[in-house]
């Protein structure tokens, strides 16, 4: 059967699997309502102007943070990767910052900047940076020490060398992070709404589930759910048409 028809199915049958379940007694209603009653109360959601206030929040905050960390992550990456002594130099300090959990920066988050879109945006940057830069760096390791030297010999610019050397081989990772930091800033984004009150989706959730709407609360974990497929599909579509050139994806698109 093709991929997608199967995709469907597995989908189909988690939907059945959720609808049965409290019909027949193996969990109870009030834990975990049956599907049709999620869709109803994704249905009324959808008509309020109060969803589609808190998903344009959510999205909003995930775009910024995304952009910023990306960039900043690119950047970087290029700087700290094209001189070695810079990298020497950073390379304890990365690695002791990079495992630092997101969250545990939550309590200096909100003594910063309260519970408005910053604090949420401060947990976004930081974890969605790492991924960008750590790729960035492989990518800048990985240029031909060949071409490099040949564009020193024939004097160019820095700048003519990260244009014609180290950037076209750093993209495909460049992309890499771009699509893993995607989906870690979408998480950090609902997380810190959810924890830190942020309005947005998580907000919403919380406060779902802090009044008793089980219903109301997994319908909108459904739409968190939507979203990150669509940022998945959305950013490998944009890999795939960024680097049509590359080798790998002329091969993906081959088959």
């Known amino acids: 059967m093709p991929r997608p028809v199967l995709g469907l199915a597995g989908l189909l049958g988690l939907v059945l699997v959720v609808e049965l379940l409290p019909r027949v007694g193996v969990v109870e ?3 975990l309502p ?3 009653e999620m869709a109803a109360s994704l249905v009324a959601q959808a008509g309020t102007p109060a969803f589609w206030q808190a998903l344009l929040g959510t999205l909003r905050g995930w775009a910024l943070g995304l952009t910023i960390s990306a960039l900043a992550g690119v950047a970087l990456g290029i700087l700290i990767g094209s001189v070695p002594v810079l990298r020497a130099a950073t390379s304890s300090t990365i690695e002791f910052l990079r495992p ?3 969250v545990a920066l939550i309590p200096l988050a909100v003594l910063l900047y309260g519970t408005e879109m910053r604090s949420t945006l401060l947990l976004v940057v930081y974890a969605s940076l790492w991924p960008v830069l750590m790729q960035v760096l492989y990518g800048v390791r990985d240029v031909d020490p060949v071409a490099r030297e040949t564009a020193r010999s024939y ?3 820095s700048w003519t ?3 014609t050397v180290i950037w076209p081989t750093a ?6 992070g771009f699509r893993l930091a995607a989906g870690i800033a979408l998480i950090l984004e609902i997380t810190g709404e959810l924890i830190i009150g942020t309005p947005g989706l998580g907000h919403q959730i919380a406060v779902a589930q802090s009044s008793g709407a089980v219903a ?3 319908s909108l974990v459904i739409v968190a759910g939507l979203v990150g497929v669509c940022v998945n599909v959305v950013v490998r579509a944009a890999e795939r048409r960024v680097l049509r050139w590359h080798p790998s994806v002329r091969g993906e698109v081959a088959q």
């Open 161 to 163: 060398q990260v244009r």
């Open 171 to 176: 993209l495909p990772y460049v992309m890499t």
């Open 100 to 102: 630092i959990p997101s």
């Open 155 to 157: 004097r160019f610019s």
């Open 34 to 36: 049956p599907f049709s």
């Open 216 to 218: 109301t609360m997994y």
């Open 29 to 31: 209603a009030r834990f």
